[in-house]
């Protein structure tokens, strides 16, 4: 779910687009991932582009897809922030 790395922290999420709100739901224990809505259709990157500005904001940091770019399975870099800042922000 969480990695550390030596360029920040890797979050694996499970993103459900075409949401009522952008939020963090919590952790999925079946697929081990953290569940985030978004209000944004997923049509022309449109999610993955709402989910990158509504993360870089409760982190405070630069946040990019590294896997899974057109799949609700994502792999996410948070450029420079450790695991426990980033489990701290995420409120994990």
Request: zero cysteines.
């Amino acid at each position: 779910m969480l990695k550390e790395t030596k360029d920040g922290t890797i979050i694996q999420v499970i993103v459900r687009p075409n949401s009522k709100e952008n939020k963090i739901e919590g952790v999925d224990n079946w697929k081990n991932r953290i569940r985030i809505s978004i209000k944004a259709p997923p049509v022309k990157g449109e999610a993955n582009k709402e989910l990158i500005k509504f993360l870089s904001k409760i982190l405070g940091a630069k946040v990019e897809i590294i896997r899974g770019e057109t799949s609700r399975e994502k792999d996410l870099l948070v450029k420079g922030i450790k695991l426990e800042e980033v489990k701290k922000r995420l409120k994990l």
